[in-house]
């Protein structure tokens, strides 16, 4: 059985459970009802109703908010970034989880089309191409090799890159698995960055962008990365981070070091926003957007791709439009 025939049979499965837990409160609510003197086929019979809300929520979060994909703007004004990098525009996407875009292909266009009609400098990407492995490329690859930037399109891997969450034969193959992805990223004409950094040069001036493999705060995720390798020789008077989970941040980055912006993602605001709460805000510290601590920056990107759930309420797929200011 194919991974995306086994999501949607995973997403499927999820909602009758789901409308089955509250076909049972619903039942309980009224034996209850009934004990007060209500009629209990009257009340079971209207509550059934609300056993349709999972699926109508789940069809408008797969139809509507996974192809909304919004453009956020933000500045970052800095004493450090020399003047000849002043209005320099970053788009920083993240988690496309290739798997929740199969059969997606127009969308994935359309993804594309915002990112180029916003003439970056640069596109940084922070992991999480894929789901399971690099076999979610196969149509898409050509897709993602016209996203175009001044100075090129930056990568580091996610903890779903590794291949970790799929059975292998032996470590053998996971390992020929992860180096394939590797090799068609750079197919792509993308500069993976692996715990290493890159130079741009605008005249005498030097930005760094610095690139990790996955590190995580979070024991619940592997860690791959080495930040101290990668940054030997970055010497820009600028530094930007792409590291995927936004956790290293302040395990080894804020106050720790002199990068001056962080890129990460991996939070997917749990593809879920009420009211602008996001159940990520039980688990992360930074999950979505801008945050700083005197000069030193994250921004956490919610992604553009979906995993587990094929749907997205209210923390739509996101494109960040990054520009850089000379205080």
Do not use: C
């Not at 499927?12 to 034996?31: C, F």
């Not at 180029?116 to 400098?121: G, K, Q, S, T, V």
């Not at 890129?263 to 945050?291: C, F, K, N, V």
């Not at 956490?300 to 439009?321: H, K, S």
């Amino acid at each position: 059985m194919k991974p995306r025939h086994m999501d949607w049979i995973f997403n499927l499965s999820a909602l009758a459970m789901l409308s089955l837990a509250i076909g049972l409160i619903v039942l309980m609510v009224a034996l209850v009802a009934m004990l007060f003197g209500a009629s209990f086929k009257m009340v079971f019979f209207r509550g059934l109703w609300f056993m349709l809300f999972p699926w109508l929520a789940w069809l408008y979060g797969t139809l509507v908010e996974r192809n909304r994909f919004r453009v956020k703007r933000t500045e970052i004004v800095s004493q450090t970034l020399p003047s000849s990098f002043d209005g320099y525009r970053i788009v920083h996407i993240s988690d496309m989880h290739l798997m929740s875009f199969a059969g997606r292909e127009r969308a994935l266009e359309r993804a594309v089309g915002k990112i180029n009609a916003l003439e970056p400098d640069l596109i940084a990407f922070t992991g999480d191409l894929v789901t399971l492995g690099p076999e979610e490329l196969d149509g898409l690859q050509d897709i993602l090799s016209t996203m175009k930037a001044r100075d090129g399109v930056y990568a580091v891997l996610g903890n779903h890159d590794y291949s970790e969450y799929r059975r292998h034969d032996s470590q053998q193959a996971k390992r020929e698995s992860l180096e394939v992805l590797k090799r068609r990223i750079r197919e792509m004409g993308w500069h993976l960055l692996l715990n290493e950094n890159h130079s741009i040069i605008r005249g005498e001036d030097k930005l760094s962008v610095i690139g990790v493999e996955n590190i995580s705060g979070n024991r619940s995720f592997r860690t791959y990365g080495n930040f101290q390798q990668a940054r030997i020789g970055a010497d820009g008077a600028y530094k930007i981070l792409l590291s995927h989970d936004p956790s290293h941040w302040r395990a080894e980055v804020v106050g720790k070091s002199d990068v001056d912006l962080t890129l990460s993602g991996h939070t997917h605001a749990m593809q879920i926003s009420l009211l602008g709460w996001s159940p990520s805000s039980l688990m992360y510290d930074e999950y979505r957007g801008l945050y700083n601590q005197g000069e030193q920056y994250l921004y956490v990107n919610t992604g553009l791709g979906q995993t587990a759930v094929n749907a997205r309420f209210g923390a739509t797929p996101e494109i960040t439009l990054i520009t850089l200011k000379t205080k």
